[in-house]
């Protein structure tokens, strides 16, 4: 780990590896601005991420080792993505979609594993990480250089299970390493790599929203629910700073329970407000968390329920679902809402409260549960 000095003067490099083998991508449709891009699976249970068009364009088709996660765009690198394992995994890729292979292996400490999700600054210069020290027993936020892969910092993230976490918009004319800030949702879920996906603290876990200045590690601010069964595992922020949280409850199958929270300076988290009949129909599950400032709606996608639901992000209030047999993804393409289907579906909507478009239907392709548009 070097200095914290040295981290805030920005230091980088230059390293890439070729550790696996992509398959070769299909011809590129000429005039392409952005495509979408997301793990995937197939029906033989083959691991892959993809990138595709709203035409139902596939693009390029590069394998992985294990079930995929987040996919993170990369602004300074046309193509090219960062994929993250799901967690708790042991690997990063960077890759370029135009030739349709990996050019940068991550990989984690020996005593750690990747929680599925991060963020990167400085023009993609350091890349920031959710990760479990499972020895310890706890959750870290881990920041590197994003070319040479070197531990720039390593921080106590307030909680065990740190999952997504999102870049807090800053009042300064310009972000640099010194002023930047997170939100993380704490899961609260604590896990060893030899029981992969066994949850081992049901009993004891304690989920939370946390700030952090990212400069010195500092938890500015910490914010628990009375129900510490409710996972805070997904989120997404508005431009103007306000945090949309999905939840994935762990309690009984038969308790009704909220599912999305909202929090912008309160002294408490704040639920979304809907009837208690549209919290049963989402089947305690949430997945993707997807805020549009512009047209002032949040989109929650509810896998095990299959629907695509919608809030207005002002005052918290639900607006509508649409059933979406195992809707997964969510993102903004062109300023329209566009999801993902664990089906292969891919579908677009602009007004929450009339009908999707279909898109899509990619008949051997079983999307993930997140989306991502890079520029290509």
């Known amino acids: 780990m070097i200095s914290r000095r040295k981290f805030l003067l920005g230091l980088t490099g230059l390293g890439a590896i070729g550790a696996l083998t992509a398959i070769a991508p299909t011809t590129l449709l000429s005039g392409e601005k952005h495509w979408l891009v997301s793990a995937a699976s197939d029906k033989k249970g083959n691991f892959f991420v993809a990138a595709f068009d709203l035409t139902g364009q596939l693009m390029s088709k590069v394998a992985l080792p294990a079930r995929g996660h987040e996919v ?7 193509g090219h993505a960062l994929v993250f394992a799901r967690r708790p995994g042991n690997y990063v890729l960077e890759v370029d979609f135009i030739r349709g292979e990996i050019v940068q292996e991550i990989s984690v400490a020996a005593e750690n594993r990747f929680y599925g999700h991060g963020v990167l600054l400085d023009n993609d210069k350091i890349l920031v990480t959710t990760e479990n020290d499972y020895k310890a027993g706890k959750g870290l936020i881990v920041l590197r250089d994003s070319q040479t892969q070197q531990v720039l910092e390593q921080y106590d993230s307030g909680g065990i299970g ?4 999102a870049l807090m918009p800053s009042s300064e004319h310009e972000q640099t390493s010194s002023n930047y800030q997170i939100v993380i949702a704490n899961g609260g879920i604590q896990t060893h790599p030899q029981q992969a996906r066994k949850k081992l603290n049901l009993a004891t876990m304690k989920p939370n929203l946390a700030y952090m200045e990212l400069a010195n590690g500092k938890v500015i601010d910490k914010f628990e629910l009375a129900n510490n069964h409710l996972s805070i595992r997904h989120l997404d922020v508005s431009d103007k700073g306000k945090v949309i949280a999905g939840m994935q409850y762990q309690g009984a199958s038969t308790d009704e329970v909220p599912l999305a929270l909202a929090h912008q300076g309160e002294t408490q988290l704040q639920f979304l407000k809907a009837d208690s009949d549209i919290w049963r129909s989402m089947k305690q599950y949430t997945a993707s968390v997807c805020v549009n400032s512009k047209q002032n709606v949040v989109a929650i996608t509810c896998p095990k329920a299959s629907l695509l639901t919608y809030w207005q992000l002002d ?7 649409h059933k979406l047999k195992d809707g997964a993804g969510v993102t903004l393409h062109a300023d329209k809402f566009v999801a993902s289907t664990g089906r292969g579906q891919v579908v677009s909507q602009s007004n ?5 478009q279909v898109n899509a239907d990619f008949d051997d392709i079983r999307w993930d549960n997140h989306m991502t548009s890079i520029l290509s």
């Open 315 to 321: 005052n918290n209030e639900f607006l509508s679902s």
């Open 72 to 78: 993170l765009a990369m602004k300074s690198k046309p």
């Open 352 to 356: 929450p409260l009339t009908s999707y």
């Open 162 to 165: 740190p999952h997504q976490i």
